[in-house]
């Protein structure tokens, strides 16, 4: 891919765009692999795949503190690498074996990490929503200044209990960022087709609650509004909407042959738009590193995500006992109980 030079004076260290870098370029081989491991039949179910959305996660991380938390849909890996789970765990859960975050039982769509203040990708679309503002009252309950990144999509936006959740958060003054992830065609429909309204955050003015569009696609853009949203948020000002326009390179899921679009389309974002060049380009031309320097990060990234995927392909299956554990009851009705 051709080096761009980028006009704009980015707002950040040198080292801050190293980590940038690392971080985006972590979360794109990983995917690459997860679709490897996906064709090979290691990956089962469903597996939805995160490449060229890269800057909004790792944006967002950027400006977080230890404790605030997030919650996404299924298009998650990307959010857990971001906050800082393990390759190799996360790998083991898509692989559905013991050493995932969810003992190899919940797979791409449902992992957690306590530690981590994950709270999940979650199947039913938008239903993350309402469980993200849940995560901000408890904070606020306790009064401990911490924020939740509630994360979902453009076709998500169109859900009922998106509003339920909006109006529920601006009456309370909730502590909660609600990041649309607009990739432009939901899970196959592009946006000018299914909704009615061209800008999204604006869904959010019925209810007093404030908000912008973002280039999803530039990590400093990213980083910049989050730290102005999470700033409202902690001061106690109430909820804030960040619509961050980014795009997907692959299909909805490994299933979808994104006939919805052109090649064409795909090739041009990914030859002017790409949110890992971008950052690539500011540091050769910052002088912040040099072909080498790069060159060294991209294979020290290739070994970590060979590593978690040897992990866990060698990750036993989930012992059959493992059925009744993290469940909510322990023990299980006799046959015709009541």
């Not at 980028?6 to 190293?18: I, M, Q």
């Not at 393990?86 to 530690?115: C, I, N, Q, W």
């Amino acid at each position: 891919m051709v080096t761009r030079k980028s006009t704009k004076k980015p707002n950040v260290s040198a080292e801050e765009l190293k980590t940038f870098y690392r971080e985006m370029l972590l979360i794109r081989r990983f995917e690459e692999k997860a679709g490897q491991l996906y064709g090979m039949g290691l990956i089962g179910g469903f597996c939805h795949l995160y490449i060229g959305q890269e800057a909004v996660v790792v944006g967002l991380e950027s400006v977080t503190e230890d404790g605030d938390k997030r919650v996404t849909s299924y298009r998650d890996h990307g959010h857990m690498l971001a906050c800082g789970m393990s390759p190799d765990g996360v790998m083991a859960e898509l692989t559905g074996r013991e050493g995932g975050y969810s003992k190899g039982k919940g797979g791409s769509m449902h992992m957690f990490s306590k530690e981590k203040h994950f709270y999940g990708g979650h199947g039913i679309v938008g239903a993350q929503v309402p469980i993200g503002a849940g995560l901000a009252f408890a904070d606020k309950y306790r009064e401990n200044g911490r924020v939740t990144f509630t994360y979902f999509g453009d076709g998500a936006s169109n859900q009922g209990q998106v509003y339920e959740t909006f109006n529920m958060a601006a009456l309370w003054q909730l502590p909660v960022v609600f990041v649309i992830e607009n990739n432009q065609y939901a899970m196959g429909t592009a946006q000018q087709r299914s909704t009615s309204t061209p800008d999204l955050y604006t869904r959010g003015e019925a209810f007093g609650i404030p908000g912008e569009i973002v280039d999803g696609m530039n990590v400093v853009s990213v980083k910049e509004a989050g730290a102005k949203a999470i700033a409202h948020c902690r001061s106690g000002k109430g909820p804030y909407i960040l619509e961050v326009k980014t795009y997907r390179y692959r299909g909805h899921s490994m299933s979808d042959p994104a006939k919805y679009r052109t090649r064409e389309e795909v090739q041009k974002m990914r030859e002017e738009r790409d949110p890992i060049e971008q950052v690539r380009s500011m540091l050769l031309t910052g002088k912040h590193a040099s072909e080498d320097d790069l060159k060294a990060i991209d294979k020290e990234i290739k070994s970590v995500i060979n590593a978690s995927a040897e992990f866990a392909k060698d990750s036993p299956e989930p012992a059959p006992e493992e059925l009744w554990t993290d469940i909510y009851a322990e023990t299980v009705p006799q046959s015709g109980a009541a």
